[in-house]
């Protein structure tokens, strides 16, 4: 080798610290989102703890998340006690004393009580329109990898999955309104007026006037918006599966269908579940598509009651948590008697969701661990 | 084809002229061979020479892939040409059971992966499939090393083993002839011997084709050796005459190692 004192850097070495400080810019990048989430987490935390948690046994404070939501009262007494009652409590107190014993009230909708109702109706919304989305999602992957034929078709229906995935949530929100509020089929014996079109069965008609604004019609407007993800995880995951197992199934004198069943579906099931995780999150969470199909900001009473059976369920409007959220942060004014409820309704969401996604994993790792290949 | 019979008269499978495409590129070329019954059959020649095609076309495992048909001639199989209509494809592929290159036992446990076929053909009495998947494992010669972990995860075993697991899968549903595609390319020499002590042992009940790049296997195992270059067939007979006097120069080159 020639000049071989070359090798020794001479003077400052100002490469290094150029180096340096792009690695200092990027982790600052990466650790502020980490202060960001942790800022927001903290809050959450901070004012919406306190309303479920308390510091003697048994700890959780159990009458938020099982009483209905009320109208909160704050009022002072003769002897100038400043009291916040809900509705309720609000109307006893009145009696005992006499209405003119209340001075300086005002009074706070959706604010008192607990928030049963939303936390009931987050969950049948999120379950139904889960289920509803699996079953036709996994449906739909199950031709598209294992019976559909590459071509023109096929190429248009992946485009079409695709683009609804970029749909933004307002618009199917509208989609569901218009939809399976207004115009689904549904069975009757007498149509509606505004019915689009009635077709006579002889024993009853079959009314294309919608589902209105029910839990079904909420529930497939949620499984609309999560089923692009769901089919395409679906179709990658089947596709994930080795050719080895369909071939020696089929080799062994098994028909299509019974491959699928038997030897396909069951090793695709960990992928599937994994991207109904993602799903059931995005569907718990979303506020447009349920604020025209399904949401209401208050109901007296939880959705099979007053109703007859399962399919009486399907048809009652229930209260959402995002939605109830929106309308405690959007309908109200703020004040330190409603910050109770703002931030627990949070709080509970948050928890609300971190459980159905532990339960979700918990669920794949099982399925996941009896199967490796 | 019923299994304790005396062979019969008619070639267990007769190929007649058959032509086979993967969409416009053709694979094989007039290929006419008769394969006779309850021995081992060897198809030579080196890779793309459509060997492991005409494997596939026997139990119409082809049919799944996109593009590729029949497009000229026939096969029977103890006289009924496979291509019928009316042939019930379900019934060929329990008769004409395959095994494969890569050992693909399913995520399943050893005995649920045995019983797998029998399951798929109706089988439900627990005694019966339990007694089935004794003898094809003892068949096999697994049985001693598994009979206590029957329950466990097929996954656990070598390599080797998984692969005579995969041909007891395949003898669980009486098949009459089993084909094997390079079932010892990716074993060692000893479980490779295994293997090939299992075939002749096998051969007594089932016709065996077997397509192989190992020369030394085909002329340990194989009754009869057809050798395949380019999608044709040049050369078939008897496995001592294709290896020591064969009739046409391009087998003499490639059994000798010249190419390939």
Not at chain 1, 227 to 247: D, H, M, N, Y
Not at chain 2, 191 to 212: C, G, M, W
């Amino acid at each position: 080798m020639e000049n071989p004192e070359q090798l020794i850097r001479k003077g400052v070495h100002h490469d290094g610290l150029k180096q340096g400080a792009v690695k200092a810019v990027l982790g600052g990048m990466a650790w502020g989102v980490v202060v960001v989430a942790l800022l927001i987490f903290g809050r959450i935390f901070w004012d919406g703890a306190p309303v479920l948690l308390k510091p003697d046994f048994p700890f959780v404070d159990t009458s938020f998340l099982t009483e209905k939501t009320e109208t909160l009262h704050i009022f002072d007494d003769a002897s100038g006690t400043r009291h916040s009652l809900p509705a309720s409590q609000y109307h006893q107190w009145a009696e005992k004393n006499g209405s003119d014993a209340v001075f300086n009230e005002t009074s706070y909708s959706y604010s008192g009580g607990g928030i049963a109702g939303p936390i009931v109706g987050t969950a049948l919304l999120t379950l139904l329109s889960i289920v509803l989305a699996l079953f036709f999602g996994v449906s739909a992957a199950i031709y598209l990898s294992e019976y559909a034929k590459d071509g023109r078709f096929i190429r248009l229906v992946r485009l079409a999955i695709l683009n609804l995935a970029g749909v933004p949530s307002i618009v199917f929100g509208l989609f569901g309104f218009a939809v399976f509020v207004l115009a689904a089929p549904v069975f009757t014996d007498v149509p509606s007026d505004r019915t689009l079109f009635a077709l006579p069965l002889g024993f009853t008609w079959l009314s294309f006037q919608g589902w209105n604004s029910s839990l079904i019609a909420g529930s497939a407007t949620l499984a609309c918006m999560i089923l692009p993800v769901i089919i395409t995880a679906s179709e990658e995951s089947l596709k994930a599966v080795p050719q080895g197992f369909r071939e020696a199934s089929l080799a062994l004198g098994a028909t299509r269908w019974h491959t699928i069943r038997k030897c396909v579906l069951p090793f695709a099931l960990p992928g599937i579940l994994t991207s109904s995780i993602l799903s059931l999150a995005r569907a718990a969470g979303e506020t447009a598509p349920i604020m025209f199909t399904v949401a209401v900001a208050a109901k007296d009473d939880f959705p099979w009651q007053g109703t007859t059976g399962p399919l009486g369920m399907l048809q009652s409007q229930v209260q959402a948590l995002p939605y109830h959220i929106y309308t405690l942060a959007a309908r109200i004014p703020t004040s330190d008697y409603t910050q109770r409820a703002q931030y627990g309704s949070v709080f509970v969401f948050l928890l609300m969701i971190f459980l159905f996604s532990a339960v979700s994993i918990t669920l794949r790792n099982r399925v996941r661990s009896k199967l490796k290949w | 084809m019923v299994s304790d019979s005396p062979a019969p008269a008619v070639p267990e499978i007769a190929i007649d002229q058959l032509c086979f495409s993967y969409g416009a590129k053709q694979v094989l070329h007039e290929v006419t061979l008769d394969i006779p019954s309850r021995e081992i059959t060897a198809f030579i020649g080196p890779s793309g020479c459509g060997k492991s095609t005409l494997l596939r076309c026997f139990n119409r495992i082809n049919d799944r892939i996109p593009g590729a048909k029949v497009t000229g001639g026939a096969i029977r199989i103890a006289g009924i040409d496979i291509a019928r209509p009316d042939l019930d494809l379900q019934v060929l592929r329990r008769r004409v059971g395959m095994v494969f290159q890569k050992w693909n036992p399913f995520p399943k446990s050893i005995f649920d992966n045995v019983a797998y076929g029998l399951r798929v053909h109706g089988e439900k009495n627990t005694k019966v499939i339990g007694e089935r998947v004794e003898y094809c494992l003892r068949r096999v010669a697994l049985w001693d090393d598994v009979k206590d972990r029957l329950k466990a995860s097929a996954f656990g075993l070598s390599g080797g083993q998984q692969q005579r697991l995969c041909i007891a899968r395949t003898i669980a549903t009486k098949p009459d002839i089993i084909l094997m595609d390079e079932p010892c390319s990716a074993l060692d020499p000893l479980s490779t011997l295994k293997i090939e002590e299992l075939l002749l042992e096998l051969k007594n009940d089932y016709t065996i084709v077997i397509v192989t790049h190992n020369l030394a296997q085909a002329n340990r195992c194989a009754d009869k050796t057809a050798f395949f270059y380019l999608g044709k067939l040049i050369e078939h007979g008897p496995t001592v005459k294709i290896f020591s006097n064969p009739d046409v120069q391009q087998t003499e080159s490639y059994v000798s190692g010249a190419f390939g």
